[in-house]
């Protein structure tokens, strides 16, 4: 009798540098792939929009990569629980495989599944995956956890560098059978009627080899230069590996050891790495991390109910050409540069006093890369609410880290094209233009570009007289 097994894929669709696919190989068992879309478990963070187009895409890849080792994937949709015991007994599986989370939603959803698996003799081994160093890897040496990442990081680095990445498995045995499986096409997850993903089909290729690619041509073209081409949005100077690594379509071992070949003139990227683990260490043990403050005073700020400046933000039509910039790339490409997201989301939440949680919810709709644990821990560290965040009284000026990080405005002309004819001296504060240079440039403002829906001195003024009112207790 063929003996059989199953690996369950969630936010890791790749072959290479995946420990479950090295062991189920090992195993000797004739394999199943599955995907579950289970987003009712997720609850408010099943994922957005923009994601579900991203794991169509990637799921589409992961097939065609799995069917030419033979491995059937499985697709499934509804109570994760119970289809992945479905499927289990429906293929008579020995062993089931697959890399852990670390959202509390789905450390549950895990357990309740090892149990049902195991209760019915099916044996389950799990990994990490998902992270260089999982939760509880990275502990204070007097107990407990780590609540602010340059200790954690300093922690992190005397472990030394992370294990080297696995090879994606030469061979695999594919499971034969018959088992009722979803086409990609009927979760519906890309858009139709409109079709609005042009602009993320354009700049998100999905699939192992797309992002190896990328990779690759970033380690040998702009890593050297990173520490500094980072801050300008108008040059491609990151990575833009955020959506790979969020679905796990690279792996961060492998992103780490090949930019971590070039030396220590890759500490700044390989810093961003740490990040991501510590995001992850965080929500582990911060589970409501993406919900609430984790400063507890913050609980009691008074966050203004505006509707209609939400929406102006959403848009990119604050006034505020950088603030406006970032956000219709966001809308466009399903990213942003993570300069503009400080510069965005520092101006949500202090030029408009607006609830940092708004600005989440719909970073976490609009981004390819929309990682529960960064979106949250970001948005709580330029909010001021987290525990190792920028203090709440620091306030970006939208006007002076425009001129600062776009001098030229290269990036706004791209983004806010009605603006593309003014001058470096006037592109980043338009309504400080003499009227000549806005005739100039066909410019009305009011009528081809807004006006600032807020005057961010008098903003600034707002948000620090809320916060010491906060301290004061009233």
């Given at each position: 009798?063929?003996?059989?097994?199953?690996?369950?894929?969630?936010?890791?669709?790749?072959?290479?540098?995946?420990?479950?696919?090295?062991?189920?190989?090992?195993?000797?068992?004739?394999?199943?792939?599955?995907?579950?879309?289970?987003?009712?478990?997720?609850?408010?963070?099943?994922?957005?929009?923009?994601?579900?187009?991203?794991?169509?895409?990637?799921?589409?890849?992961?097939?065609?990569?799995?069917?030419?080792?033979?491995?059937?994937?499985?697709?499934?949709?509804?109570?994760?629980?119970?289809?992945?015991?479905?499927?289990?007994?429906?293929?008579?599986?020995?062993?089931?495989?697959?890399?852990?989370?670390?959202?509390?939603?789905?450390?549950?959803?895990?357990?309740?599944?090892?149990?049902?698996?195991?209760?019915?003799?099916?044996?389950?081994?799990?990994?990490?995956?998902?992270?260089?160093?999982?939760?509880?890897?990275?502990?204070?040496?007097?107990?407990?956890?780590?609540?602010?990442?340059?200790?954690?990081?300093?922690?992190?680095?005397?472990?030394?560098?992370?294990?080297?990445?696995?090879?994606?498995?030469?061979?695999?045995?594919?499971?034969?059978?018959?088992?009722?499986?979803?086409?990609?096409?009927?979760?519906?997850?890309?858009?139709?009627?409109?079709?609005?993903?042009?602009?993320?089909?354009?700049?998100?290729?999905?699939?192992?080899a797309a992002a190896a690619e990328r990779l690759e041509r970033f380690v040998e073209e702009g890593l050297d230069a990173y520490g500094t081409a980072r801050n300008r949005p108008a040059q491609d100077g990151t990575s833009r590996l955020s959506p790979y690594l969020h679905l796990g379509v690279i792996g961060p071992r492998h992103v780490?050891?090949?930019?971590?070949?070039?030396?220590?003139?890759?500490?700044?990227?390989?810093?961003?790495?740490?990040?991501?683990?510590?995001?992850?260490?965080?929500?582990?043990?911060?589970?409501?991390?993406?919900?609430?403050?984790?400063?507890?005073?913050?609980?009691?700020?008074?966050?203004?109910?505006?509707?209609?400046?939400?929406?102006?933000?959403?848009?990119?039509?604050?006034?505020?050409?950088?603030?406006?910039?970032?956000?219709?790339?966001?809308?466009?490409?399903?990213?942003?540069?993570?300069?503009?997201?400080?510069?965005?989301?520092?101006?949500?939440?202090?030029?408009?006093?607006?609830?940092?949680?708004?600005?989440?919810?719909?970073?976490?709709?609009?981004?390819?890369?929309?990682?529960?644990?960064?979106?949250?821990?970001?948005?709580?560290?330029?909010?001021?609410?987290?525990?190792?965040?920028?203090?709440?009284?620091?306030?970006?000026?939208?006007?002076?880290?425009?001129?600062?990080?776009?001098?030229?405005g290269d990036y706004v002309r791209r983004w806010v094209p009605e603006l593309a004819r003014l001058g470096p001296a006037q592109i980043h504060a338009p309504w400080e233009a003499p009227e000549e240079a806005l005739a100039a440039a066909g410019v009305r403002l009011g009528h081809d570009y807004p006006r600032p829906i807020v005057d961010?001195?008098?903003?600034?003024?707002?948000?620090?007289?809320?916060?010491?009112?906060?301290?004061?207790?009233?």
């Amino acid at each position: 009798m063929t003996k059989t097994g199953f690996v369950w894929f969630r936010d890791d669709l790749r072959l290479k540098d995946n420990p479950v696919l090295k062991a189920a190989a090992e195993s000797g068992l004739h394999l199943i792939a599955l995907y579950v879309l289970d987003d009712a478990a997720a609850g408010a963070w099943a994922r957005g929009a923009a994601g579900r187009w991203w794991l169509h895409a990637n799921l589409l890849s992961l097939k065609a990569d799995l069917d030419r080792l033979g491995v059937p994937l499985v697709l499934r949709r509804g109570d994760a629980v119970a289809e992945v015991a479905a499927v289990a007994e429906a293929a008579g599986a020995e062993e089931a495989f697959w890399n852990r989370r670390y959202a509390a939603f789905a450390e549950g959803q895990d357990r309740a599944i090892a149990a049902a698996l195991e209760g019915r003799g099916v044996a389950v081994r799990a990994f990490d995956g998902a992270v260089m160093r999982p939760p509880g890897a990275v502990e204070r040496r007097t107990g407990g956890h780590y609540r602010m990442f340059t200790p954690y990081l300093k922690a992190w680095r005397a472990l030394g560098a992370p294990d080297a990445p696995l090879p994606a498995p030469a061979s695999l045995k594919g499971w034969q059978g018959r088992i009722r499986s979803d086409a990609p096409e009927d979760w519906k997850l890309a858009p139709s009627a409109p079709d609005w993903a042009g602009g993320m089909r354009a700049a998100w290729p999905p699939g192992e080899a797309a992002a190896a690619e990328r990779l690759e041509r970033f380690v040998e073209e702009g890593l050297d230069a990173y520490g500094t081409a980072r801050n300008r949005p108008a040059q491609d100077g990151t990575s833009r590996l955020s959506p790979y690594l969020h679905l796990g379509v690279i792996g961060p071992r492998h992103v780490w050891h090949a930019a971590g070949a070039r030396g220590d003139g890759a500490w700044p990227f390989l810093t961003e790495l740490v990040w991501r683990d510590f995001s992850h260490h965080t929500l582990h043990h911060f589970p409501d991390l993406p919900d609430r403050p984790m400063r507890e005073a913050f609980e009691a700020y008074p966050w203004r109910h505006d509707p209609a400046a939400l929406r102006a933000w959403q848009r990119g039509r604050t006034g505020y050409p950088i603030v406006d910039a970032g956000m219709r790339q966001l809308w466009a490409t399903g990213w942003m540069h993570n300069r503009v997201r400080m510069i965005t989301a520092s101006f949500l939440v202090k030029d408009l006093g607006l609830d940092w949680r708004e600005g989440e919810r719909w970073f976490w709709d609009c981004l390819v890369d929309a990682d529960l644990a960064n979106n949250a821990i970001n948005w709580q560290w330029v909010a001021g609410t987290g525990i190792d965040a920028s203090p709440f009284f620091r306030v970006f000026n939208p006007t002076t880290q425009g001129r600062k990080f776009d001098p030229k405005g290269d990036y706004v002309r791209r983004w806010v094209p009605e603006l593309a004819r003014l001058g470096p001296a006037q592109i980043h504060a338009p309504w400080e233009a003499p009227e000549e240079a806005l005739a100039a440039a066909g410019v009305r403002l009011g009528h081809d570009y807004p006006r600032p829906i807020v005057d961010h001195g008098r903003a600034r003024d707002r948000a620090l007289a809320d916060l010491r009112g906060l301290r004061r207790g009233g």
